[in-house]
């Protein structure tokens, strides 16, 4: 079974819309997730972090995790075409933030005009 | 801003031959990682350095590949004879910043092809 599993899409909404991304994962020890944005021939730039479950907010985007269902999703409310690129879903085991993230697939986000 | 930095952007090598990825970390930064991601596929981890030493490394980090941290500010992927599957972007991490210790900042790539 992989660890972390996300539809890579691709996903294609209009202007406006809000977009739903989500991740499974399998390893219970999994405590810290975050979501990674990566535009075409660029490195991966964090988005969002949180630690165990709960909502984060930062401006437009939110965060979920639930590890009672070992689900993970990104909300991005009023979507902008400036938010096309491969969203990656990443998690980090154990009791420390730092060390090996694990990545799911990635979906390819498309926001047209 | 500071920003992690990767030499060169684009390195084409013929199978069997030796590959140096250079990086640069953010200066102040205490962790470093090299990830790769094949075409079409996860990023996936190779290795993490601390304090002058691997503190993980997974099963595709063997004795073809080494690490180094040759001065204060260099760190360096080497690859010791390249395979057709090496073929990848190549991704240097590093982490450590005060207050956002958590975050890892990743370089923009080095794209390895393997003829």
């Known amino acids: 079974q992989k660890e972390v599993e996300q539809d890579p899409g691709p996903l294609s909404v209009p202007e406006g819309a809000i977009v739903s991304l989500n991740c499974t994962y399998s390893?219970?020890?999994?405590?810290?997730f975050m979501w990674y944005r990566q535009y075409s021939r660029k490195g991966p730039e964090l988005l969002m972090y949180?630690?165990?479950?709960g909502n984060k907010e930062d401006g437009r985007f939110t965060a979920q995790v639930d590890k009672s269902s070992k689900y993970i999703s990104l909300f991005i409310r009023d979507s902008q075409p400036s938010d096309s690129a491969t969203y990656l879903c990443a998690t980090i085991a154990g009791g420390t933030s730092y060390g090996k993230l694990t990545f799911g697939q990635g979906t390819i986000l498309t926001v047209h005009p | 801003e500071p920003e992690v930095t990767q030499t060169p952007s684009h390195q084409v090598t013929q199978m069997g031959q030796e590959v140096i990825l250079r990086c640069v970390p953010i200066s102040n930064h205490l962790y470093f990682y090299w990830y790769r991601q094949i075409l079409g596929q996860k990023v996936e981890f190779l290795v993490s350095f601390y304090n002058n030493e691997i503190s993980e490394k997974s099963e595709i980090f063997d004795d073809q590949f080494s690490v180094e941290r040759p001065d204060g500010s260099n760190f360096t992927l080497k690859i010791r004879s390249t395979k057709l599957e090496d073929s990848a972007m190549y991704f240097c991490a590093s982490s450590g910043t005060p207050g956002l210790e958590d975050e890892q900042f990743f370089g923009p790539g080095t794209r390895l092809t393997v003829l």
């Open positions: 949180t630690y165990s479950s």
């Open positions: 390893n219970s020890a999994f405590q810290y």
